[in-house]
């Protein structure tokens, strides 16, 4: 079993419509990143959060600690949101924070 | 904020040789890490750097393959020795520059025929 599983894998919607990832994870961490890849490679994190709920413009972002769970939703879906989106948890080492990856979400949002 | 960079941006080498990619962040970093991106894959997690010490490497990954310097808070190289075409990846590098995020470089596409 992944340490980290991402739902859907490829989502295709509508310009305006809300989109929501999910993210579960089995590993112990001290928070969780979202990140964005657009084609091309660049990432970008979105947000990195510990508990409860983040919002950035369009964006928002929330995690339960204890169930394991965290997910991704984008309001009034836009083109420019077609990305990649990468659900990626910290795990806490001996020598630092270490990312794991989820698989990613391949989002196509049509006009 | 910080802003890392890496070169080369694209390489196209043959097998046999060996390419050292450079990663420069803009702010000085306790932790830098290097990363695999094969094609259609997430991200898999090469080696962790910290100034002064050797890297850490990840299970599958070996120093003789991919040595790692850092010689410093600001720079570290990755170099994919002795290349084969399974080598073709995006190689990304990253720095936790707080505990708030972690910032990614624009990554190196390199191609092995």
């Known amino acids: 079993k992944n340490e980290v599983e991402q739902s859907p894998q490829n989502l295709t919607a509508q310009e305006g419509e809300f989109i929501t990832i999910n993210c579960s994870y089995s590993?112990?961490?001290?928070?969780l990143h979202w990140l964005q890849q657009h084609p091309g490679g660049g990432i970008v994190s979105l947000f990195m959060?510990?508990?409860g709920k983040k919002k950035h413009g369009r964006l928002i972002a929330t995690i339960n600690i204890q169930e394991k769970h965290s997910s991704l939703h984008i309001t009034a879906s836009h083109p420019r949101d077609s990305a990649v989106y990468i659900c990626?948890?910290?795990?806490?080492?001996?020598?630092?924070?270490?990312?794991?990856f989820g698989a990613g979400t391949i989002l196509r949002v049509k006009s | 904020s910080a802003v890392i960079s890496q070169k080369p941006s694209r390489d196209i080498c043959q097998r046999g040789t060996s390419l050292t990619i450079q990663c420069q962040v803009d702010s000085q970093v306790t932790m830098m890490f290097w990363y695999r991106q094969q094609p259609g894959q997430s991200l898999t997690l090469i080696a962790t750097a910290n100034q002064g010490s050797e890297a850490t490497y990840e299970s599958g990954f070996v120093i003789d393959k991919f040595p790692i310097s850092r010689p410093n808070l600001t720079f570290s190289t990755l170099t994919v020795s002795n290349m084969s075409p399974e080598d073709s990846s995006i190689y990304l590098c990253?720095?936790?520059?707080?505990?708030?995020?972690?910032?990614f470089g624009p990554g190196t596409r390199l191609t092995v025929l």
């Open positions: 990253s720095a936790d520059p707080s505990t708030d995020t972690q910032y």
């Open positions: 959060l510990s508990s």
């Open positions: 990626a948890p910290n795990r806490s080492m001996e020598y630092g924070n270490k990312l794991v």
């Open positions: 590993v112990g961490i001290s928070a």
